[in-house]
């Protein structure tokens, strides 16, 4: 591995080799591999399925067309073309802060590439100046990347969620942190890219927060999605996303915009550019 | 203007509109304009001009490719294609660290639409705990952004010069920041955009550096590039660049960037994910 290895892997599909799903009015709101797109074929009151583009056709507001889409996940769920159902709903829209068109079953985002938010904070504290991350390990029953090393906070941002509500909420049930010490935590600014999967498209973005904890602070996970939790030095850290795909795979660009941002790593690095300008995929 | 404005006016330029320029082995090293595309027809033993792509034909060290593109441009310069010979040479490789093919006049760089390397330093400072910028304003007779406010520091990366070495100059001539302060400063990443211009294309890529200076230290011009300096709040700063043109274009993006990093844009603006996926275009 190497940093720009974790960059590229996070960034491996090809939007000219991907269907655009589109809106009613038009604009895109999903990218669909393109057995995904002829799967769709099949529901014609739903999706319109052309050779180059599928549109959203089913209409009304938000709890219609939300029901609309259920059926047809309900089937691709028993077909096994979506994995399962997660029960748990992200909203769908063209862009974040516009009004959402439908909800989406979380099991089947990738399926439609649709894009999903999420928020990551970074926790970190100084031990004798040394500059340290507080890191996480996944369960090992965890849906996606089990076992592996991950920020002390993350979480998607389900439907009706802010991003802030959605930091407080996670930070509380993941790490245990108390909202007061959450609302010191500062905004960083996004990681975002396009990924190609078994099962379809991650279009993510993610919101990042840094945050400074202090020394008698340890994280206390309660929902059972961390099992334990670790200070590491930052330049450790560093190296293990050099090295090793141990952390979960896009936590390892999280880390590598702290590390940007923090000047942890040097310009002389041969994969400088690749990080500094592999993190923030343009929005389209 | 809004801050997603400025990300536009930078990211102006669709390469799928633009002739690739190949170096002998095929690696992309530039990006042309169809008019300059076409001026480069004349000089077949140097640029071989086809239909969808222009490859530099010229053979040798970079000595002999430097001269022979040097009597290309001075041609260019001659029928005004080129603005003028700027007297500075900046190294061209397809790919940063690498060996350069040859040297090219500053002044004909958009021309080609090489990529250029510069270097960036926001100098910060707290007063009464409140963060400012010290913001500097570009001399009148300055050929590119004249009148604009800018980074205290700012310069591009010329031929033979690295990026730490470009920082120490230009932080003295520019800013008369001495060497001991200069070492304070951390590296934060990269600002890239591709954009095109009257003459051709500017494919920049700015390192960027943050320094906080001490409150006994101010800034002080010794090559002429920059008329005074201000230290203005940084709300002010940001607000000028939501609201004016008042910076150089690409100035703008460097204090987005800033901002970000720092945690001075709320996540609540509308064109929160426009600027954090807006300044630092993947290099291709």
Redesign the interface.
């Given at each position: 591995m190497s940093f720009a290895d974790h960059v590229r892997a996070c960034?491996n599909a090809d939007p000219a080799r991907l269907i655009p799903l589109l809106a009613g009015d038009g604009r895109r709101i999903g990218w669909l591999l393109s057995d995904n797109a002829a799967a769709l074929a099949r529901f014609p009151h739903v999706f319109a399925v052309e050779k180059t583009r599928v549109r959203l056709v089913a209409e009304g507001n938000v709890e219609t067309v939300s029901a609309a889409i259920d059926d047809v996940v309900e089937a691709l769920v028993v077909e096994r073309q979506v994995p399962k159902w997660r029960n748990e709903t992200f909203d769908v829209m063209a862009r974040?802060?516009e009004r959402p068109l439908f909800r989406l079953d979380r099991g089947a985002v990738p399926f439609f590439g649709v894009r999903a938010y999420g928020v990551h904070l970074n926790g970190y504290r100084f031990v004798d100046g040394r500059l340290h991350l507080w890191i996480g390990r996944r369960a090992p029953d965890k849906r996606v990347a089990p076992d592996k090393l991950d920020n002390i906070v993350a979480g998607g941002i389900g439907n009706g969620h802010g991003?802030?509500a959605t930091l407080y909420k996670e930070a509380e049930e993941e790490g245990g942190i108390p909202a007061p010490l959450v609302a010191r935590a500062?905004?960083?600014?996004?990681v975002?890219y396009l990924m190609q999967t078994d099962s379809g498209i991650r279009d993510d973005?993610l919101?990042v927060y840094?945050l400074e904890l202090p020394a008698d602070f340890t994280p206390k996970n309660s929902d059972g999605e961390i099992v334990s939790f670790e200070l590491m030095p930052a330049g450790q850290v560093i190296e293990l996303v050099r090295t090793t795909d141990d952390f979960k795979f896009n936590v390892n660009l999280v880390i590598l915009d702290f590390a940007?941002?923090?000047?942890l790593?040097?310009?002389?690095d041969?994969e400088?550019?690749?990080?500094?300008?592999?993190?923030?995929?343009?929005?389209d």
């Amino acid at each position: 591995m190497s940093f720009a290895d974790h960059v590229r892997a996070c960034n491996n599909a090809d939007p000219a080799r991907l269907i655009p799903l589109l809106a009613g009015d038009g604009r895109r709101i999903g990218w669909l591999l393109s057995d995904n797109a002829a799967a769709l074929a099949r529901f014609p009151h739903v999706f319109a399925v052309e050779k180059t583009r599928v549109r959203l056709v089913a209409e009304g507001n938000v709890e219609t067309v939300s029901a609309a889409i259920d059926d047809v996940v309900e089937a691709l769920v028993v077909e096994r073309q979506v994995p399962k159902w997660r029960n748990e709903t992200f909203d769908v829209m063209a862009r974040w802060g516009e009004r959402p068109l439908f909800r989406l079953d979380r099991g089947a985002v990738p399926f439609f590439g649709v894009r999903a938010y999420g928020v990551h904070l970074n926790g970190y504290r100084f031990v004798d100046g040394r500059l340290h991350l507080w890191i996480g390990r996944r369960a090992p029953d965890k849906r996606v990347a089990p076992d592996k090393l991950d920020n002390i906070v993350a979480g998607g941002i389900g439907n009706g969620h802010g991003v802030v509500a959605t930091l407080y909420k996670e930070a509380e049930e993941e790490g245990g942190i108390p909202a007061p010490l959450v609302a010191r935590a500062r905004p960083a600014g996004a990681v975002s890219y396009l990924m190609q999967t078994d099962s379809g498209i991650r279009d993510d973005v993610l919101f990042v927060y840094d945050l400074e904890l202090p020394a008698d602070f340890t994280p206390k996970n309660s929902d059972g999605e961390i099992v334990s939790f670790e200070l590491m030095p930052a330049g450790q850290v560093i190296e293990l996303v050099r090295t090793t795909d141990d952390f979960k795979f896009n936590v390892n660009l999280v880390i590598l915009d702290f590390a940007m941002r923090r000047g942890l790593i040097g310009v002389d690095d041969l994969e400088y550019l690749d990080v500094a300008t592999g993190l923030h995929r343009p929005l389209d």
